[in-house]
């Protein structure tokens, strides 16, 4: 079994930062890409960013700038800072990884953060 826990989120003034962790834990070879995606009330759940294996990054157009993504794959974690934080982006935000395990290649999802920024 390979088991996603995440930390980080809580409630933050706009302007302010965070800093979101993921880590997976379980029968893991190799974790392909990870990513981190959220949703807002009311709204689909949309891709915020990702990470290969081998760095390469991608972001939401509306993160652009204030968001990064990174990982760290001596602990099989992946992380999300995010800096200048608005009220829209007020969200839960999870993380994904596909992952090569003891019983195969797999998608998990992590159980989600609630990330909250006021006005």
């Known amino acids: 079994q390979v088991q996603l826990v995440e930390s980080g989120g809580g409630l933050v003034q706009a302007g302010g930062s965070l800093r979101l962790s993921c880590a997976a834990s379980?029968?893991?070879?190799?974790?392909?890409?990870m990513g981190w995606y959220r949703q807002a009330p009311g709204n689909q759940r949309e891709l915020v960013a990702d990470?290969?294996?081998?760095?390469?990054?991608n972001y939401a157009h509306s993160v652009k700038g204030r968001f990064t993504i990174s990982r760290d794959n001596a602990k099989n974690t992946v992380y999300l800072q995010m800096n200048s934080l608005k009220p829209e982006d007020t969200a839960v935000y999870c993380c994904k990884i596909n992952v090569l395990s003891g019983i195969g290649y797999l998608e998990r999802w992590g159980q989600g953060t609630l990330v909250t920024v006021s006005s």
């Open positions: 379980g029968s893991i070879f190799t974790i392909d890409t």
């Open positions: 990470i290969t294996i081998d760095g390469s990054t």
